[in-house]
């Protein structure tokens, strides 16, 4: 009988943010894998944040490449292949993901993997803070209040989903901005979205950065970097509880 895949959200980088049904399922598990890709060097940002909490022995690292796609189905067959190894004998395995693994997470490719492998696996998930919420709890930004829209895209989709976001929700936040970011500031600009704007990389670990989107224009950043975009908020406290007749909801 298949055993039990769990895939752990341990959050974007502060080790003080894993949660304690994180921390349960870390110690259930028989194996904890954690991805490693070229950037991060031998040890990633996964393995950083549960490192203190897991039983070295336990661990193992799978590699990614985040700057060559060709090997990317490659990687996820020899990924799913080590943990489907531990979930066939009936064991726990569980893999960690940076933020949430519901949410642009390589948890989401080794789920169906190993599930082709075993088909009568199960699947659980943790939950995670993601770097939105790290990003607004650090800059003090307020994602939504009232009846406020959000909309949460990748850069990596194209100016023109930026755009669109931009034009049609209150709150945007982009993630995955890097090389786009000296562009990204351009859009913010000519959609008047670039003052409130506010950028993040790093989070909660060395080398932090939180500041204006504007401070810099043409500084590019790494991948893993977040944009929040609020609305200008000019409305006395609780005005946005209302519907579009003005009624409060």
Same mark, same amino acid.
């Given at each position: 009988?298949?055993?039990? /895949? ?13 949660? /304690? ?6 110690? =259930?598990?028989? =194996?904890?894998?954690?991805?490693? %890709?070229?950037?991060a ?8 944040? $549960? &490192? +203190? ?18 090997? =990317? ?8 292949a080590?943990?489907?190894? $531990? ?27 190993? *599930?082709?492998?075993?088909?009568d696996? $199960? ?23 009232g009846?406020?829209? /959000?909309? /949460?895209?990748?850069? %990596? ?5 930026? =755009?669109? +976001? ?35 990389e790093h ?16 500084? *590019? ?10 609305? &200008? ?6 005005? *946005? ?9």
């Amino acid at each position: 009988m298949s055993g039990l /895949l769990i895939g752990i959200g341990v959050g974007p980088g502060d080790p003080e943010h894993l949660t /304690l049904k994180a921390l349960k399922a870390l110690e =259930r598990a028989d =194996r904890v894998f954690v991805p490693v %890709t070229e950037a991060a060097g031998e040890t990633g940002r996964a393995e950083h944040v $549960v &490192a +203190a909490h897991v039983d070295p022995a336990k661990v193992e690292r799978l590699g990614f490449s985040m700057r060559d796609a060709s090997v =990317r189905q490659e990687n996820w067959d020899r990924a799913g292949a080590a943990i489907a190894a $531990v979930c066939g004998d009936g064991g726990t395995a569980a893999f960690c993901t940076l933020g949430d693994p519901n949410v642009y997470s390589t948890f989401t490719y080794m789920w169906h993997t190993v *599930r082709g492998l075993l088909p009568d696996l $199960v699947v659980e998930t943790v939950p995670g803070i993601t770097a939105m919420q790290d990003l607004a709890a650090r800059s003090g930004a307020i994602l939504t209040e009232g009846n406020e829209s /959000l909309t /949460l895209l990748p850069l %990596t989709a194209g100016e023109d989903v930026l =755009r669109a +976001a931009l034009r049609g929700s209150d709150t945007v936040v982009a993630y995955k901005g890097g090389r786009h970011m000296p562009r990204v500031r351009e859009v913010l600009a000519e959609e008047g979205r670039l003052e409130q704007a506010i950028y993040g990389e790093h989070l909660g670990v060395d080398g932090e950065e939180v500041q204006a989107a504007g401070a810099d224009t043409e500084r *590019r950043g790494p991948y893993l970097s977040t944009v929040i975009v609020p609305p &200008a908020r000019t409305e006395q406290r609780g005005g *946005r509880l209302t519907d579009e007749t003005g009624r409060a909801i």
